[in-house]
């Protein structure tokens, strides 16, 4: 019962290509997030959302952009790839704080731009 | 801004024993901390929180410690399986609907 899907599970694009992630998710989340996971460095924020068409700047942002056109799709961009964004890719999404939950993670997109 | 700070990066233990891993946040104000486990190749997974207001919590061999004083909240494995061996994330949360912020992970390998 997978309920956050991101749409590529392994990805190889070439230097200065316009890469496109996208995580969908089923559970009427109003909350997403994108992280970069890399070793040794840990979970890492990009970009999250509250809402539809809301974006913030999470740590790391640089390079990235993201789109929130409907509630349940988060998409992150990199306009312009680098050698230095291969890395792996983490979704997830969340409720907001009416109470405090944790996060339920996508598969993760692992991204190699040589 | 929250920092989260996780100890051991790496832990091998023998099957049988227990496994701590430790981790300090410096908010004063954070009042969530879940910790996740991936395992290789999958997502990371829920499996285990603890809200500020409790100072201890357990789910069958697994639990989770906090003293809200120093700044700490503990993982306890007891009686450790080969399927514990994963990669072991904690977090906190800053109260507020704002996003984790994780420690760098512990690899923890129960040798059988």
């Known amino acids: 019962d997978v309920k956050v899907t991101q749409s590529s599970r392994y990805l190889v694009k070439r230097t200065g290509e316009k890469v496109f992630l996208e995580c969908v998710q089923d559970?009427?989340?109003?909350?997403m997030f994108w992280y970069r996971q890399d070793p040794g460095l840990g979970l890492r924020l990009i970009y999250f959302s509250y809402d539809v068409k809301m974006k913030e700047k999470g740590d790391i942002p640089e390079g990235y952009s993201v789109s929130r056109e409907k509630k349940e799709r988060f998409s992150l961009i990199l306009e312009s790839a680098s050698t230095n964004q291969t890395s792996m890719y983490l979704c997830?999404?969340?409720?907001?704080?009416?109470?405090?939950?944790?996060?339920?993670f996508g598969s993760g997109t692992r991204l190699t731009v040589v | 801004g929250e920092n989260v700070e996780q100890h051991p990066s790496t832990l091998s233990v023998q099957e049988g024993d227990s496994a701590v891993i430790k981790c300090t946040y410096s908010?004063?104000?954070?009042?969530?901390f879940p910790w996740y486990k991936q395992e290789l190749g999958k997502r990371p997974q829920l499996i285990i929180d603890?809200?500020?207001?409790?100072g201890e919590k357990k789910d069958q061999r697994i639990a989770v410690t906090l003293n809200k004083t120093a700044k700490h909240f503990s993982l306890h494995i007891t009686e450790t399986q080969p399927e514990d061996s994963a990669v072991y994330f904690c977090a906190a949360r800053v109260r507020g609907n704002t996003p984790l912020v994780f420690g760098k992970g512990t690899r923890l390998s129960v040798i059988a």
């Open positions: 559970m009427d989340h109003e909350n």
């Open positions: 908010d004063s104000a954070s009042n969530y």
């Open positions: 997830a999404s969340s409720i907001p704080e009416r109470t405090l939950y944790g996060y339920t």
């Open positions: 603890i809200r500020s207001n409790v």
